[in-house]
């Protein structure tokens, strides 16, 4: 029996699995042609591909497997984390994205046991688009809103420019030119239908409001906003030559 606090090996996760697929009529073997365990009955042949740790490596040893077989698992010990957080969530995505099936096996006092998270099967791939409609429209939404590209991708712990902080300097800058304004004239003047409300929770404590119905913008919002001389111009220029002014209904 293992104590808790003893090392396992991948040769550990095989004696549940290969009790496991023996209870559903399989022949099982280990290390069959680079297989860690392969299992056959009649025609099927099941895969199991084991490591300590859900890894790259691990990912691409089962996808050769599929080169064989239509039925691949990836089996693993069964995470100390939560199975309810983000990240397991992600990585059961993938899972059944690469159409693999996922083994975990638990040790305790009384042995080690397994258990089929997930079946290999197809991924349906257009359920998965229909099922996550609401953020594509929202990066969708997202890039229309946004002049310019002032991000670098695959930075991390950095300011990131976005469309809400865009419409914060379109609407900072106008009240830098023209002084005082109400959210209506500031639409006239072609900032967003969300001015209101941008200016209501005043998120970057950029603006203030002045009397009713009025706001004009605090010495930090200008300061902020001389950080981004291009997107200042952009604005100002635009709303000189109308292009973004209109009438209200």
């Not at 929202?138 to 419409?167: C, F, L, P």
């Amino acid at each position: 029996m293992k104590t808790k606090t003893e090392k396992r090996y991948e040769v550990d996760l095989y004696k549940p699995i290969r009790n496991y697929f023996a209870r559903q009529g399989y022949e099982v073997f280990g290390e069959v042609k680079h297989c860690d365990v392969a299992a056959i009955k009649e025609e099927e042949l099941v895969i199991v591909e084991c490591k300590l740790n859900l890894s790259v490596e691990l990912l691409i040893q089962a996808t050769k497997r599929q080169r064989l077989t239509d039925q691949v698992y990836v089996a693993i010990p069964k995470p100390k984390y939560s199975l309810f957080s983000k990240k397991w969530q992600d990585i059961t995505h993938m899972i059944r994205r690469l159409e693999l099936g996922l083994i975990l096996v638990s040790f305790s006092k009384n042995g080690a046991s397994m258990e089929v998270k997930i079946p290999p099967g197809p991924f349906d791939r257009q359920k998965s688009m229909r099922q996550n409609q609401r953020i594509r429209s929202r990066v969708i939404a997202e890039i229309k809103g946004r002049y310019g590209d002032y991000n670098v991708g695959g930075s991390h712990q950095t300011k990131i420019m976005t469309a809400y902080k865009q419409s914060c300097i379109q609407i900072a800058s106008l009240l830098q030119q023209h002084g005082p304004l109400s959210p209506k004239s500031l639409r006239q003047m072609g900032a967003g239908d969300k001015t209101l409300s941008i200016l209501a929770k005043n998120y970057y404590g950029w603006f203030e409001k002045i009397k009713r119905g009025v706001y004009a913008v605090t010495d930090a919002g200008k300061n902020e906003i001389n950080a981004y001389p291009e997107l200042v111009a952009h604005y100002v220029q635009a709303q000189q030559k109308g292009e973004f002014t209109r009438e209200m209904p």
